[in-house]
């Protein structure tokens, strides 16, 4: 009878299961992006929720994020692994800024995701340029994306 006691369930395992889904869903919804460029990548959104991941201890998270944001890059011929080159900058240099001077959580939602958007454009515009390769366009589109990933942020992590 002892040896069924280790058979029990494992809350860890279901949970697992629930974000592996949810990276099944995401890794379609960034399928139909390339369809229909008008949808919001969420870009935003991501770049909020890597600050979240950071913090926990869940690596089977945290190597689905990579995999997404790999293939982020790949889709939207973006220099690969510049998003990791930007979050280190920003994790380095803005975010102790942000915390000291914007108190408010709102604001502090909003800049993050103007920042993420404009940010990464301009270092991939900056790389893209000192590689000699294809450079990325800012398009009017960005402003309905990062309305719409502040609407999803504020949703999302207001009340955390």
Known sequence: MQTFSNLRRNSSNKNNIAIFALFVLIVVYESIISIYPFLSP?????FLYTFEIEKSKN???KILLFLFIILYEID???VIFSYFLFFYLSKRYVTC???NFI???VLKIVFFVIYAYL???LLNFLLSYL???FTPILGIEYLFFIIIDI???LLLFYAK
């Open 42 to 46: 969420f870009f935003g959104v991501m």
């Open 103 to 105: 108190l408010s959580k």
């Open 76 to 78: 939207k011929d973006f």
């Open 59 to 61: 690596n089977f998270l």
């Open 131 to 133: 590689f000699s390769i």
């Open 151 to 153: 609407t999803l942020g």
């Open 119 to 121: 940010g990464y454009f």
């Open 97 to 99: 800024w942000v915390q």
